[in-house]
């Protein structure tokens, strides 16, 4: 009796267990993803840090420094990215799509998986980006690597869909398919991957290196332009080299995702930013472009072949109904003391299996909605560039100071557009700031948390720049810096670890966003309120800087 006693006792604690961790999904951060839509990139940055999970073993881990990569890239420091993206490049590059999503993860939930890095788009996505901000640094062997990882193979589900009938959706058949025979393995078919922005990468990279894989980057085309032949006359662009400027743009909001199906079983998506065709204009001087979208993230969501695990999560809601169901009716049918019992204890492994088959729906709230490519040849030393997507008034940006690349060279640079509705620094096309990418300050060339205009990184150079000036006369380099570190400033490139908010905007980091960025646009296109010296040294010698810019 005690045994009956005991088990039945152990099915109503699994039955409770199991109700009790039916635990929402996944909460968005909506505020992380507002500001991305704002173009406050910087404040993104700062936020996609200070919530990363600091644990390799959380399931968050991949996810969330694939968020601080991008925030990094949009704000224009990709140098705060770089350590972040060789970490997750290692983790990422690494075979098989997710590691630890064996029998164990099927059973006991998702959350119990080692390493979970994203589904596959998102992984592609990912190392699209580590190949731009390798292209950033000038690193065309690295960029031609990261690209390469990008266009792993794929899963074709075709023969999967034909087995759940000729009715419903793609999905909806799938769904039928796996519910009639579990075989995934034997009815998947690995196919060379159709992700045509990992394609125009490796073509820019290998071209950039003919001389190391002779006949390369035209095969790279031919594949290019099978796998996207609405590109057209971008591949023969490509082909041709008559370009100096890489300009790769993101634009909108990707797609969310959630549960749906049977016991919330199915992760699905639905778009942030709607899809469309419209080519993004490009304007430099008297010269205009259109460049056509070379990557929708909402369509990849939706492709089958680029999700992951669906059909293990059909299965623990299948069988865990069936477990459920099952026991309840030996347990409330039977007079058998042993089978009720048992009965019991089913129902409860069942309820759980249930409990644990809801999709795990966290993602990469950050990612874009599209991809463009730009191919610009820049000839000024500081070009202007007017952005916007063909018939969106709200995306115009404006990027100043671009400056072209050396002779012979090819420069890449990254963009990501905001929604720029209020916001007047998007089509502001002035820089009102000395910066490391610009020339000195206008008018008060000397320190801005001394009242002046110049957000330079310290060095001799620019001391020597505040002094002909006639400014600062007397300071030495230590004593300038020692004004930083008496505000309590971090200086990008002289501090090691990441770098907070930028001093333009009440925070307390030194760093200069690359021309040509949306960072620099927001930062140095329109004006910020004076700082405020919390020291009194740096107080005292703003009065005295504040007195003699006076009588100038």
């Known amino acids: 009796m005690r045994a009956v006693a005991g088990a039945m006792l152990t099915g109503f604690v699994l039955i409770a267990l199991a109700i009790a961790g039916c635990t929402p999904g996944y909460r968005r951060d909506g505020q992380l993803v507002a500001l991305v839509n704002q173009g406050e990139f910087g404040r993104a940055r700062v936020q996609a840090e200070a919530s990363a999970t600091r644990s390799p073993q959380d399931r968050s881990y991949m996810l969330d420094r694939m968020k601080i990569v991008q925030m990094a890239m949009a704000e224009g420091v990709p140098e705060q990215a770089e350590p972040v993206a060789d970490r997750l490049y290692d983790f990422l590059r690494t075979q098989g799509v997710n590691s630890g999503n064996g029998f164990g993860a099927f059973v006991f939930g998702e959350q119990n998986a080692r390493v979970w890095k994203g589904e596959p788009f998102e992984q592609a996505l990912a190392l699209a980006h580590i190949a731009v901000l390798d292209g950033m640094g000038g690193d065309w062997g690295n960029v031609r690597a990261s690209a390469n990882s990008a266009l792993f193979q794929i899963r074709d589900v075709s023969r999967l869909i034909e087995r759940g009938g000729t009715t419903g959706s793609d999905r909806e058949r799938l769904i039928s398919g796996l519910s009639d025979d579990r075989r995934v393995l034997e009815l998947t078919t690995p196919v060379p991957s159709n992700f045509a922005l ?23 085309t031919r594949q290019l332009a099978l ?43 639905r778009p942030g930013t709607r899809s469309d065709q419209r080519p993004l204009r490009v304007s430099v001087g008297s010269q205009e472009g259109f460049f056509p979208v070379v990557c929708d993230t909402n369509e990849m969501a939706m492709d ?7 059909d293990m999560r059909l299965a623990k809601s299948y069988i865990g109904s069936g477990l459920l169901v099952g026991g309840l009716v030996a347990a409330g049918t039977s007079d058998n003391r042993n089978v009720q019992a048992a009965g019991l204890i089913l129902a409860g492994i069942g309820a759980a299996m249930k409990a644990g088959a809801g999709a795990d729906t966290r993602h990469v709230e950050t990612l874009p909605q599209r991809t463009y490519v730009a191919l610009l040849d820049l000839r000024e030393s500081a070009s202007t560039i007017e952005l916007s997507i063909d018939g969106i008034a709200s995306s115009r940006l404006t990027l100043a100071a671009v400056p072209a690349p050396g ?38 060339n000397f320190p801005y948390i001394l009242g002046g205009r110049c957000v330079k990184t310290p060095n001799e150079e620019v001391l020597t720049s505040y002094q002909r000036s006639g400014y600062l006369k007397g300071f030495t380099l230590n004593d300038l810096i020692d004004l930083y570190k008496e505000e309590g400033i971090r200086i990008a490139g002289r501090d090691p670890g990441p770098i907070g908010l930028h001093v333009l905007e ?16 927001r930062l140095f296109g329109q004006d910020h309120p004076p700082y405020r010296p919390r020291s009194a040294r740096v107080r005292q010698v703003a009065d005295e800087l504040a007195r003699s810019a006076a009588t100038k």
């Open 304 to 310: 089958l072949r680029w999700n992951n695990l669906e």
């Open 198 to 220: 990992g394609y125009v990468l490796k073509a820019i990279a290998t071209r950039q290196l003919a001389g190391e894989f002779p006949g390369e980057a035209d095969e790279v």
């Open 407 to 444: 002779a012979g060279q090819v420069q890449m640079r990254y963009v990501r557009m905001p929604d720029a509705i209020g916001r007047s620094w998007a089509g502001s096309g002035s820089v009102l700031y000395a910066s490391d990418e610009t020339g000195p300050a206008t008018g008060r």
């Open 506 to 521: 009440g925070g307390d980091g030194l760093y200069s966003p690359r021309a040509g960025s949306a960072g620099f646009a």
């Open 227 to 269: 796998v996207a032949p609405q590109l057209g006359q971008f591949v023969e662009t490509i082909r041709s080299g008559s370009y100096n400027t890489v300009l790769v743009v993101d634009y909108g909001i990707g797609p969310e995702k959630f549960q749906t199906g049977p016991d919330g079983a199915i992760a699905a998506f």
